[in-house]
Structures are given as structure tokens and as C-alpha cells.
């Protein structure tokens, strides 16, 4: 069974920053690409951040500039550092192998106010 579970979600005010990760397991992290999702409150999952096999990333445009994925194929894990922090990027957040976060997993949640 496929495992992701984001983390390091929490209270920040704008500005501020947040580094979350996503542990993977049960599935050959290294040979996927994979994709950061929010869902923020009364809205539908919507598709922040992909980042290829390779490595190579794409980014919502509302986020670009702002965050940036990373994985660690060693350690089977993705992260997303995020700065600026806006308080629409308030929602929790999930990472999973495919845009419609079909395997998303458990998410964090991100808070961003005053």
C-alpha cells in the first residue's frame, strides 16, 4: 500500500516561511514524479508543485518565485519550502504521485495570518 504523509505544516504569520516534507513509501519514490496539492477551506484540491524524475520542477503560477520542491531520493522524501507566505496559501497540503491526489495520503495544514 502506497504511503505519503506530509508534515511541518503550522501557524505562520505573511511573510513568514514553512519547509514541509512528505515521506514516501511502499513505491519506487525515486521512479515517479511527484506533485504538491492544497486544498484550502470550501475549495477543491487544486495542483501547486511537480517535480519530475529527473528533477525538473513546475510551479502554480500564484506560487512561483515563492516556493520551491526539492526531493531526496535517498531518503524517499519530498519537501516544499515555502516563503512569502500569503494568507491565501492557507490550506492543508498534500503530495502525491499524480495531479487529482488520487494516493495523497495525510496532508498538513498551513496557516497563514495576522
Known amino acids: 500500500e502506497v504511503q505519503l504523509q506530509a508534515s511541518g505544516g503550522g501557524w505562520v504569520q505573511p511573510g513568514g516561511a514553512l519547509r514541509l516534507s512528505c515521506a514516501a513509501s511502499?513505491?519506487?519514490?525515486?521512479?515517479?514524479?511527484m506533485y504538491w496539492l492544497r486544498q484550502a477551506p470550501g475549495e477543491e484540491l487544486d495542483w501547486v508543485s511537480v517535480?519530475?524524475?529527473?528533477?525538473?520542477?513546475r510551479y502554480k503560477d500564484s506560487v512561483k518565485g515563492r516556493f520551491t520542491v526539492t526531493r531526496d531520493n535517498a531518503k524517499n522524501t519530498l519537501y516544499l519550502q515555502m516563503t512569502s507566505l500569503k494568507p491565501e496559501d492557507t490550506a492543508v497540503y498534500y503530495c502525491?504521485?499524480?495531479?487529482?491526489?488520487?494516493?495523497r495520503g495525510q496532508g498538513t495544514l498551513v496557516t497563514v495570518s495576522s
Open positions: 502525491a504521485r499524480n495531479p487529482m491526489g488520487l494516493d
Open positions: 511502499s513505491f519506487p519514490f525515486s521512479n515517479n514524479a
Open positions: 517535480t519530475s524524475v529527473s528533477g525538473a520542477t
